[in-house]
């Protein structure tokens, strides 16, 4: 079972996302909010697994609720405007649905979002004797993507986008994600931020040379001048 709130300024719109919640067996609905500040008082005392957020708001709107939130539950965002579908997989929306969506399209995310749940339930519960066990949660192709932190060898930006290279994939996997959110993610003494676009696995680096960092596979990264005073320090550590 998945506590939800439902958020939404329009009392039409809120009744009818009610109704549909009210109608998937794994769903709880906790509250019913018309407003973000309403809805953050529900959070400060209840338990809540995942929140369906209307994005334009009166007073404070959807997307700057999530990003005011230092560790927000799983969202979906509702709203009538297509524009707001890049900005709401920015701040790592489980899913996006247009106004107005059927039963059918609703259950459809309510399913993807129970697999979400599910993953990071497992991912949370799973014995981790050692560091390598770790990994990292991200949506790739409409999927929740569970990444080994070992099999990382770097991580790249590119637009909107970013491409994490592992070792037991031909093809690297492709997020909506910043690199700050995927940085933060990241255990500091495994991963290191080279430049604005580059994160590298430490164990992948076979050499730093001429402003660059060369790894074990050959591939050859930018260091940008903010971030050599933390590889430098990183050197001087092995050294």
């Given at each position: 079972?998945l506590?939800?709130?439902a958020?939404?300024?329009?009392p039409?719109?809120l009744?009818?996302l009610?109704?549909y919640?009210?109608?998937?067996?794994?769903l709880?609905?906790?509250?019913q909010?018309?407003?973000?500040?309403?809805?953050?008082?529900?959070l400060d005392?209840e338990?809540?697994?995942a929140?369906?957020?209307d994005?334009?708001?009166?007073d404070?709107?959807?997307?700057d609720?999530?990003r005011s939130m230092?560790h927000?539950p799983?969202v979906v965002?509702?709203?009538?405007?297509?524009?707001?579908?890049?900005?709401?997989f920015?701040?790592?929306?489980?899913?996006?649905?247009?106004?107005p969506?059927?039963?059918?399209?609703?259950a459809?995310?309510?399913?993807r979002l129970?697999?979400?749940?599910?993953?990071l339930?497992?991912?949370?519960?799973?014995?981790a004797?050692d560091?390598?066990s770790?990994v990292?949660?991200?949506?790739a192709?409409r999927?929740?993507?569970?990444v080994?932190l070992?099999?990382?060898r770097?991580?790249?930006?590119?637009?909107?986008?970013?491409?994490?290279?592992?070792?037991?994939?031909?093809r690297?996997?492709?997020?909506?994600?910043?690199?700050?959110?995927?940085?933060?993610?990241?255990?500091?003494?495994?991963?290191?931020?080279?430049?604005?676009?580059s994160?590298?696995?430490?164990?992948s680096?076979?050499?730093v040379?001429?402003?660059?960092?060369?790894?074990?596979?050959?591939?050859?990264?930018?260091?940008?001048?903010?971030?050599?005073?933390?590889l430098?320090a990183?050197?001087?550590q092995?050294?």
């Open positions: 079972m506590n939800v709130i958020i939404d300024d329009e039409l719109a009744h009818q009610v109704s919640i009210e109608r998937v067996p794994f709880k609905l906790v509250a909010c018309q407003s973000a500040i309403e809805a953050q008082h529900v005392r338990e809540v697994d929140m369906f957020c994005i334009n708001m009166p404070l709107n959807g997307l609720f999530v230092t927000p799983l965002f509702t709203t009538a405007y297509s524009e707001y579908a890049i900005e709401g920015r701040v790592e929306a489980v899913d996006y649905l247009l106004k969506f059927s039963q059918k399209e609703f459809q995310t309510a399913e129970r697999q979400r749940v599910d993953l339930r497992r991912a949370n519960s799973a014995p004797p560091a390598s770790d990292i949660c991200v949506r192709d999927a929740d993507v569970l080994p070992n099999t990382i770097y991580i790249q930006g590119m637009g909107e986008y970013m491409r994490i290279f592992t070792n037991d994939r031909p690297p996997i492709v997020t909506l994600l910043t690199m700050k959110s995927i940085e933060e993610r990241l255990p500091r003494d495994r991963f290191l931020r080279v430049h604005r676009s994160i590298v696995a430490l164990a680096i076979r050499e040379a001429r402003g660059n960092v060369v790894l074990s596979d050959g591939v050859v990264l930018s260091v940008g001048d903010n971030y050599r005073p933390a430098e990183w050197l001087g092995r050294g």
